[in-house]
């Protein structure tokens, strides 16, 4: 039974660049929520898709941007990187939107 | 919106019995998750309240008072292992949605 897997695991980016990280959930999950966790901090809510929709938004701004795919695989965007987004970018699958989420290892990115 | 309190830093000995507070500031509150995060890992999931009392899983156990606002983490028979940040969260369903948000996690070091 495959978890939720991301990639890549590590990133470098130079600030202005852009940056796609990609999520796939746990096997039989439909439900992909993304979170930004930065150093010695709790996991930060960015948005969650459902039925390829984006259907909550914490408060981040529009530079970062998402996608679910009809596998139920979702991408996360991330346009003119500034030095602040470096931190830990974590995705959560759950089958429908339940309290009980499954965490992803993470894609570690740091932005030059 | 939304705020969790919880200690920075615990320290226990193995085989003793440690708690770990979460105190919440919410409008809307629907019920309080616990996640543990080993370092460099993933957060997984441990136990969710939606009622006031007392949940059991194993070793782990947690409470929720709603009326004081307040959870709490129980670990008995600490482990080696079971060093890492804990951190509740707060769960907000919304339109089709389901939002998580952190507190900031308290770093439990188990010592010989």
């Known amino acids: 039974d495959a978890g939720v897997t991301q990639s890549p695991t590590h990133l470098i980016k130079t600030r202005g660049q852009q940056v796609t990280l990609r999520c796939s959930p746990k096997?039989?999950?439909?439900?992909v929520s993304w979170y930004q966790q930065a150093l010695g901090q709790g996991p930060q809510f960015i948005f969650q898709?459902?039925?390829?929709?984006?259907?909550q938004r914490g408060n981040f701004p529009d530079r970062f941007s998402g996608h679910q795919f009809p596998n139920y695989s979702s991408e996360l965007n991330v346009n003119a990187l500034l030095l602040g987004d470096s931190a830990l970018y974590l995705c959560a699958s759950s089958l429908g939107l339940v309290v009980e989420q499954y965490f992803g290892p993470g894609t570690r990115l740091t932005v030059t | 919106g939304q705020s969790l309190e919880q200690p920075s830093e615990v320290t226990a000995v193995e085989g003793a019995i440690v708690q770990i507070n979460c105190t919440y500031q919410t409008s809307g509150f629907y019920g309080l998750s616990w996640y543990q995060q080993h370092d460099g890992g993933a957060p997984t999931f441990l136990s969710y309240?939606?009622?006031?009392g007392l949940e059991e899983t194993g070793r782990f156990s947690s409470f929720l008072s709603r009326s004081d606002s307040y959870g709490y983490l129980l670990l008995q028979e600490l482990q080696m292992k079971d060093s890492a940040s804990y951190f509740c969260a707060e769960g907000s369903p919304g339109a089709g949605s389901y939002q998580l948000t952190f507190g900031k996690g308290t770093k439990l070091s188990v010592i010989p």
């Open positions: 096997s039989g999950h439909d439900t």
């Open positions: 309240n939606g009622l006031d």
């Open positions: 898709y459902y039925e390829e929709e984006e259907r």
